[in-house]
């Protein structure tokens, strides 16, 4: 079965950076999808970043500018740089992988990692 480990949440200060890592295993379809979702209190889950493993990208609007993501394909690993973070930020962040062979769908989800932003 596919298992994804998250690393690098932590706390930090407005304006500062923080870089999350996530570590696919297992049986692992060649095309997929792999990106970061975040939740905070209260709201829904949503998407910051997303990367296909031909290098397809899509932002969140509130994270354009500020947060880069990026894979190696080689590692089924997947990185979210954080720059200038805001307290808006706040989140649990949740690593997420997707495919679609044939007519099937599946995804899978990270324990997910507390980060913490202050102002």
């Known amino acids: 079965q596919v298992q994804l480990v998250e690393s690098g949440g932590g706390l930090v200060q407005a304006g500062g950076s923080l870089r999350l890592s996530c570590a696919a295993s297992?049986?692992?379809?060649?095309?997929?999808?792999m990106g970061w979702y975040r939740q905070a209190p209260g709201k829904q889950r949503e998407l910051v970043a997303a990367?296909?493993?031909?290098?397809?990208?899509d932002y969140a609007d509130s994270v354009k500018g500020r947060f880069t993501i990026s894979r190696d394909n080689a590692k089924n690993t997947v990185y979210l740089q954080m720059n200038s973070l805001k307290p808006e930020d706040t989140a649990v962040y949740y690593c997420n992988l997707r495919y679609y062979p044939g007519y099937s769908a599946y995804a899978y989800w990270g324990q997910g990692t507390q980060v913490t932003v202050s102002s």
């Open positions: 297992g049986s692992i379809f060649r095309d997929n999808t």
């Open positions: 990367i296909t493993s031909g290098g397809r990208l």
